[in-house]
């Protein structure tokens, strides 16, 4: 159990940094314009995360797998970590950067070291899927920019009613997107771990049955929530007052943009619902909330007239889908050696 | 609780509500008051100031009320500190005609029968102005995108009580009053109606910039 549980801590430390960065996405401005109190936006998001890890979390992460399948628990390992590693230092020397950047190119690294073909098709699908998500999410953010805009010139509802309103909308779509975190970006965290999950599957009552993926999944949803409960909160004061400078309703329009561009590249169901009605499907890959909350920023200055926008920030995007999976390959390789030839672990 | 919300909200939106129609019945009193005092109907004259005076302490408790229930409720963190200035600012509005009427009462001066629709035709457009910056706030709450129309009302009407005042100044001056005394305590009163289109055009002035924050 301790050897299991070692080899999952850097899974676990990725959870933990994602949940103390990305809960800043969906619940930032929210929190940072004192709308929602922490405590509530910090159990609402923990709660959907996990859920959405547990329940949808598959779709991403078989893409994952199907990029490398990192069989050994001890390769998943440093993959992990390497991944975990390399957010981290990147974050400090104040690169942006995205958990799934790292894990795509510390498991193309683990593929160079093992000599395995990386899956080409996939790593087109991830990569284009990078770049394309962002931009959905500006298309998203500008539309519903404009629909919000339109509603509210014409309800005529009073101020603190509004507030009200506003208040709801942030608490629902902050599920919703925390949902969708979950969903995707469970893959990052855990989705090494698949292949060489150690758990059984579990029937709780008859009622509930947990793949054992779903119980790697439920652990790395967990790691998620401490980090949003013991981290993010200084995170979120830095979005919501500092960077972004969003008003609760534009908050409402950006969380709502990419959340749903975050759950189309999660969700299965809806894969397979627009597979049986003939039209064409996104593929199930993780995705960057910090790019897509980003892309629906710049959606919403599009809208008010292209005003403000942060074209050094675009580019600094741009090199993190470079230097980033670059950095994660190169980390995961030295490493992977380290492992291999030092530790004599298998890898 | 969504239901406890939901109270808390509407009974601070009927209070705002209420402190908007205070401020608008003082501009409607005080100009009452200045036409009882030109009419020369005393008891009418007092009735109003006792009046404004009452609610001039009515309108201050109830932005107290107000802002304590901002404060208290968490509401509208975005906007608060606007809506509190908002309020603040029409607060001297109400003050400034009860002061106006104050000082008709303990001065008494004298208005010549010449000057007297001068006197008249300026504590309207005293009044209009703060008619109309007080539909502009209720607006501010409901409906954003009239608030710039009764903004460029309210400066339509201090414009036009500053062309009153400056009329109303020059034939006083140029009257035959003997005591210049007189002439300067009329020009101070002219000033004095004045300064209350004034306050309401720099409640617009506010009120303008805080139109702009709210848009989404």
């Not at chain 1, 400090?92 to 190119?105: D, F, K, M």
């Not at chain 2, 409720?73 to 001297?92: H, K, W």
Request: contains cysteine; charged residues 20%.
């Amino acid at each position: 159990m301790f050897r299991i549980l070692f080899f999952l801590s850097s899974g676990l430390f990725l959870g933990w940094s994602l949940g103390a960065n990305d809960a800043a996405n969906i619940f930032g401005t929210a929190v940072g314009t004192k709308m929602l109190d922490f405590k509530i936006a910090a159990i609402i998001c923990s709660i959907f995360i996990i859920l959405g890890a547990v329940i949808s979390g598959a779709g991403a992460s078989n893409t994952l797998g199907k990029l490398g399948a990192v069989e050994e628990l001890g390769g998943a390992f440093i993959v992990a970590l390497s991944a975990a590693v390399s957010v981290l230092w990147m974050t400090r020397v104040g690169l942006p950067v995205s958990t799934s950047q790292a894990i795509v190119g510390a498991i193309i690294g683990w593929n160079f070291f093992t000599n395995n073909p990386t899956g080409v098709e996939s790593l087109t699908k991830i990569v284009g899927t990078w770049v394309f998500s962002p931009i959905l999410s500006a298309i998203f953010s500008f539309i519903l920019f404009f629909i919000v805009k339109w509603f509210f010139e014409r309800s005529k509802i009073h101020l603190l009613r509004m507030d009200s309103y506003t208040r709801v909308g942030l608490v629902i779509v902050g599920a919703f997107g925390s949902y969708s975190l979950g969903a995707n970006n469970i893959a990052n965290v855990m989705g090494v771990f698949t292949t060489s999950s150690p758990f059984a599957d579990v029937n709780i009552l008859s009622l509930f049955h947990l793949s054992s993926t779903q119980i790697l999944f439920l652990l790395g949803g967990f790691a998620i929530a401490v980090g949003v409960f013991t981290y993010s909160k200084k995170v979120m004061m830095t979005v919501g007052t500092n960077i972004f400078k969003l008003s609760p309703v534009t908050a409402f329009v950006a969380v709502a943009s990419s959340s749903l561009v975050l759950f189309l590249f999660a969700s299965e169901g809806l894969k397979n619902f627009l597979i049986s009605h003939g039209l064409p499907s996104f593929p199930l890959v993780p995705v960057s909330s910090s790019q897509a909350i980003v892309g629906a920023v710049i959606g919403i200055s599009l809208a008010k007239g292209g005003r403000n926008i942060n074209y050094k920030l675009l580019g600094k995007i741009s090199l993190g889908w470079i230097t980033t999976p670059i950095a994660a390959a190169i980390l995961s390789y030295i490493s992977l050696f380290f492992m291999q030839n030092v530790f004599m672990l298998k890898v | 609780m969504a239901k406890l919300f939901m109270n808390r909200t509407k009974q601070l939106e009927e209070e705002i509500s209420e402190y908007l129609d205070l401020v608008s019945r003082s501009g409607l009193i005080f100009y009452e008051a200045i036409k009882s005092y030109i009419l020369d109907d005393k008891d009418r004259f007092n009735e109003k100031f006792v009046t404004i005076t009452e609610m001039e302490s009515e309108a201050d408790e109830k932005r107290r009320s107000i802002k304590h229930k901002l404060y208290t409720y968490m509401l509208i963190p975005e906007s608060r500190g606007d809506v509190l200035g908002l309020l603040e600012n029409m607060d001297g509005i109400v003050d400034c005609c009860e002061k106006t009427v104050e000082r008709f009462s303990i001065e008494c001066p004298e208005i010549p029968e010449f000057a007297q629709q001068q006197f008249l035709n300026l504590a309207k457009f005293s009044r209009k102005a703060v008619e109309e910056v007080v539909k502009a706030s209720r607006s501010f709450f409901k409906e954003i995108n009239l608030v710039e129309d009764f903004i460029n009302k309210v400066h339509f009407y201090e414009h036009e009580a500053d062309d009153v005042e400056e009329k109303l100044k020059r034939t006083v001056f140029q009257s035959d009053i003997k005591k210049f005394s007189r002439k300067v305590h009329l020009r101070y009163f002219a000033e004095k109606i004045s300064t209350i289109s004034d306050e309401a055009e720099e409640v617009a002035e506010r009120l303008s910039v805080y139109a702009i924050k709210r848009e989404i």
